[in-house]
C-alpha cells in the first residue's frame, strides 16, 4: 500500500513564500506523474501543477510564474516552491502521485496568506 504525507504548510503573509514538500512510500515500483491540487472552503478541488516522470511541467494559470514544482525521484518527493503568495492561493493543498498500481493522494496541508 503506498502512502502519501505532505508537509510545509503554514500561516503567511502576502508576499511570502512556502515550499511544499511530499512523500511517497511503500511498495512503489514505478513513479510516474506526479501533481499538486489545492482545495479552497466551499471550492472544488483544483489543479495546481503536475511533473512528469520526464520532467515536464505543467501549470494552473492563476500560479504561473509564482510556483514551481519539481521532483526528486531517488527521494520520492515532489515539492512545490510557492512565491509572492497571495491571500486567493488559501487552500489546503493535496498531493497526487501516480505510480504503476494507481493514483494515490495524501491528507493535505493547510496554507493561509492574510493580507
Known amino acids: 500500500q503506498v502512502h502519501v504525507v505532505e508537509s510545509g504548510g503554514g500561516l503567511v503573509q502576502a508576499g511570502e513564500s512556502l515550499r511544499l514538500s511530499c512523500v511517497a512510500f511503500?511498495?512503489?515500483?514505478?513513479?510516474?506523474?506526479m501533481a499538486w491540487y489545492r482545495q479552497a472552503p466551499g471550492k472544488q478541488r483544483e489543479s495546481v501543477a503536475r511533473i512528469t516522470s520526464g520532467g515536464n511541467t505543467i501549470y494552473a494559470d492563476s500560479v504561473k510564474g509564482r510556483f514551481t514544482i519539481s521532483r526528486d525521484n531517488a527521494k520520492y518527493t515532489v515539492y512545490l516552491q510557492m512565491n509572492s503568495l497571495k491571500p486567493e492561493d488559501t487552500a489546503r493543498y493535496y498531493c497526487?502521485?501516480?505510480?504503476?498500481?494507481?493514483?494515490?493522494w495524501g491528507q493535505g496541508t493547510q496554507v493561509t496568506v492574510s493580507s
Open positions: 511503500g511498495g512503489i515500483y514505478s513513479l510516474n506523474d
Open positions: 497526487k502521485i501516480d505510480v504503476s498500481g494507481g493514483s494515490f
